[in-house]
């Protein structure tokens, strides 16, 4: 994990799609300052840009203009390899949907981003059975996907999103496709997560989840219309001491990059 004052910074961060007549400016030209340690929420209509900017922040789409650091490291410009060790090792990601590998039981799923990282077999399975008991599911270590909830599959998820001990965990409707009683208990985890001063991003439709954030920032066709530092938030941090690139930062450890 990192010691800098910024998990993330955005200087003009631009996304299209597609071309001409069909270009969509699907983040257009966003700045954004998010402190190690805060839970940001980002909400907004379908279509605005969320997901693309979720994306970007984790290095899942490269952006068309503007500048991203990471941890005070500037990342917009990496290499395919150095873009993959980053999100496999500073990045926790959550989707709607899940995204577990069925073949995998549930340990085998939250212990895959470790061994991918190159722990040993047995450092990996440790983890990622205390992670499955931080969620409540060491019961349901050897269950396949496919013999598990809903509510269980996204646990599973956000336990293996913090396998590699992310910088920051990036969310997108994490409780999208839940119930109420299942959607709860993620929510709880989330906020278990803001209280061990985890840095989150969740993109949400839901009021419930946007309120267990620090910080609420409203989007509309691709730009920010609203950015509201909750009560409880940290106060607002000088950014003249903090400009892009300022950190110091372990990130070219976790990027095995250092030197
Ligand atoms: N791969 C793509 N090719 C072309 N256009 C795209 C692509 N991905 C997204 N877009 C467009 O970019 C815009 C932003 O999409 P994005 O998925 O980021 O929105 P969103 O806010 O996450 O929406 P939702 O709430 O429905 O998930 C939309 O107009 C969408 O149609
Ligand atoms: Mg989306």
Redesign the pocket.
């Known amino acids: 994990m990192s010691g800098a004052q910024f998990a993330i910074q955005a200087r003009t961060l631009r996304?299209e799609?597609?071309e001409e007549r069909?270009l969509?400016?699907?983040?257009d030209e966003i700045d954004l300052d998010v402190p190690t340690g805060q839970a940001l929420a980002v909400t907004?209509?379908?279509?605005?840009?969320?997901?693309?900017?979720?994306?970007l922040l984790g290095g899942l789409e490269r952006p068309t203009g503007g500048a991203l650091w990471l941890a005070g490291r500037r990342i917009d410009g990496l290499s395919e390899r150095a873009l993959a060790r980053l999100r496999r090792r500073a990045v926790g990601f959550v989707f709607?949907s899940f995204h577990l590998v069925e073949e995998l039981s549930a340990v085998q799923n939250v212990e895959l981003p470790a061994l991918l990282a190159g722990a040993s077999p047995r450092a990996a399975r440790r983890r990622a059975a205390e992670l499955l008991d931080r969620v409540g599911l060491a019961r349901r270590s050897a269950h396949l996907p496919a013999a598990l909830s809903g509510g269980e599959r996204q646990r599973v998820a956000i336990a293996r999103a913090l396998a590699n001990a992310p910088l920051v965990v990036l969310a997108?409707?994490p409780t999208g496709n839940l119930d109420s009683a299942a959607a709860r208990e993620v929510l709880r985890l989330f906020e278990e997560l803001r209280r061990g001063g985890q840095t989150l991003v969740i993109?949400t439709?839901d009021d419930r989840v946007a309120a267990t954030a620090d910080r609420l920032i409203a989007?509309r066709d691709?730009a920010f219309v609203d950015d509201v530092w909750l009560a409880g938030a940290a106060p607002g941090i000088p950014t003249a001491l903090s400009g892009p690139g300022a950190g110091s930062t372990g990130l070219g450890g976790l990027l095995g990059m250092d030197g």
């Open positions: 996304r799609h597609g069909t969509v400016r699907a983040v907004g209509p379908s279509g605005c840009g969320k997901s693309t900017l979720l994306h709607q997108d409707e993109v439709h989007m691709g």
